[in-house]
């Protein structure tokens, strides 16, 4: 009787090379270096091409993974960034930024299966990273090559124009989507350099400001007009534009109001938002001081208190900026944390210290207004709240103080009244947000759209741009295109 032959395994993931942690702490240049061709050619052929792809329904932006992934896996990189082009604008940055543990890989048929010969579970394809391989291996030929894919660009449609505020990628997305259809697209920043949280937020060991300004230029080249120093609600108003002939306008400025935790000692020297710290150092490009005139305290001791994304970008940050002692301060446990896996990962590798089960009470001075230490009350978790986590309990009397000469605080933001102010007939929920319709995104003004942060709250890139894709489409629609 033959033996019944069975299936092997997959292989396993193909590990994306990086800096040594020793080396990068003292730079600000990208952690993760990519894939080779080769490499991506075979993690591109661990792919399962499931008949119904779980990862396509994880993607906010609905990207044909299995469509892109064959054709990187034939060698084929012009067709998979034609592919990736159809439904994101930013596949470079979406390919280094996004948490696709959570969406398109948490969602990968591939990460659910178990090795059959170890019974170990297998590792999900790296669909972000092949992601960045495509975006960043595309030779672009042409504007139009770089930003659809496509050799041949859509013509300008005369009459037909949109405005944008703010230039984060919930705008760009509207940008790419409609400039493509022949759409007149105004981007106005109020910052002096377009990208919004991209380039204020993030800094450039994760994500090059080359990166996004590639993209950015791209859209430019399509046609799309973006004006620097313009404030929203100041120096453009909505009902301006609207009156000055334009069809439809998006809203997209973030939600860059930093969150405080009101406790003593707040104002002493040294005590910074992470959004002023970050926005300084990356923006401002404090790290080149004085090359750059924008000065940033460096500190010696310094605590960071928060658990996702902004916190680990502003500890490694204040690593690299020569800190001897970094420590993360939350009030949960690691496993709570809210910031991808791999950022955590690649903090501790580069020596950053964690605080856990602390809460902060007070900053502490040195009698000359600078900060001295953080006072923390320890803490346990209790039974879980409305969000599924586990809530923090203080335990009675045990406090202590931890030495410290700069604090970063990365609790969350709120949302900016600027704009807000000045468009008073734009309905906003309890909590500041604008409130729009989810199926098109469109506000209580009609002709006005909004989407990311200033409508659901601080979240992520490409939930952002899954915003900007809806609304893009509605717009198209009003506007006869679709």
């Known amino acids: 009787m033959a033996e019944k032959k069975t299936k092997p395994s997959p292989k396993p993931r193909v590990a994306m090379r990086e800096q040594p942690a020793i080396e990068r702490v003292g730079n600000f240049s990208e952690v993760a270096l990519g894939y080779t061709r080769e490499q991506a050619m075979a993690e591109a052929a661990r792919c399962l091409q499931c008949r119904k792809p779980a990862c396509v329904k994880g993607c906010p932006v609905e990207i044909n993974i299995p469509g892109f992934i064959t054709r990187l896996a034939e060698g084929d990189v012009r067709g998979a960034y034609g592919i990736l082009r159809e439904t994101n604008s930013l596949p470079a940055v979406c390919g280094r930024v996004c948490p696709q543990e959570v969406q398109c890989e948490g969602a990968c048929i591939l990460g659910q299966m178990t090795d059959k010969a170890s019974g170990e579970k297998l590792e999900p394809v790296a669909i972000g990273r092949l992601e960045r391989f495509a975006a960043d291996t595309f030779a672009a030929e042409s504007a139009c090559d770089e930003l659809t894919g496509k050799p041949v660009c859509a013509m300008p449609r005369d009459g037909l124009k949109v405005a944008c505020i703010g230039s984060g990628p919930s ?11 022949g759409v007149q697209v105004t981007i106005f920043e109020a910052l002096h350099e377009p990208g919004g949280v991209l380039v204020y937020g993030i800094p450039e060991f994760r994500l090059p400001k080359a990166t996004v300004g590639r993209e950015i230029d791209a859209l430019r080249a399509q046609g799309v007009e973006i004006r620097c120093n313009w404030v929203g609600g100041k120096t453009v108003a909505v009902r301006d534009l609207l009156n000055d002939g334009y069809q439809a306008v998006f809203i997209g400025v973030g939600a860059g109001l930093p969150k405080f935790l009101g406790v003593p000692g707040e104002s002493l020297v040294g005590v910074y938002s992470a959004n002023e710290y970050l926005t300084r150092v990356n923006l401002g490009r404090a790290y080149d001081y004085p090359a750059y005139d924008t000065p940033v305290t460096r500190g010696k001791h310094v605590a960071v208190i928060g658990g996702g ?29 809210p910031a991808r896996r791999e950022e955590i990962h690649h903090a501790l590798e580069e020596g950053v210290h964690l605080e856990m089960l602390c809460n902060p009470t007070a900053y502490v001075g040195d009698g000359k207004h600078r900060l001295a230490a953080l006072r923390l009350q ?31 605080l990365a609790v969350g933001t709120g949302s900016n009244r600027v704009l807000l102010q000045d468009t008073p007939e734009v309905t906003l929920n309890k909590w500041g947000y604008i409130v729009v319709d989810e199926e098109t995104g469109e506000t209580s003004l009609p002709g006005v759209y909004a989407g990311g942060d200033i409508v659901t709250g601080a979240a992520t890139v490409i939930l952002a741009m899954g915003a900007g894709r809806r609304a893009a489409k509605a717009i198209a629609r009003k506007l006869g295109l679709q």
Request: glycine share 8%; with cysteine; hydrophobic share 40%.
């Open 171 to 181: 705008s760009l997305t509207v940008a790419g989507y409609l400039s493509a259809l």
């Open 309 to 337: 994304n902004v916190a680990m970008d502003a500890a490694r940050t204040a690593l690299r900026l020569g800190a001897e002692r970094v420590s993360i301060v939350y009030r949960r446990t690691r496993e709570e944390m």
């Open 378 to 408: 320890r803490m346990c978790l209790g039974a879980p709240d409305a969000s599924g986590r586990c809530r923090p309990e203080a335990i009675p009397g045990d406090v202590f103080e931890l030495p410290c000469d700069q604090a970063i």
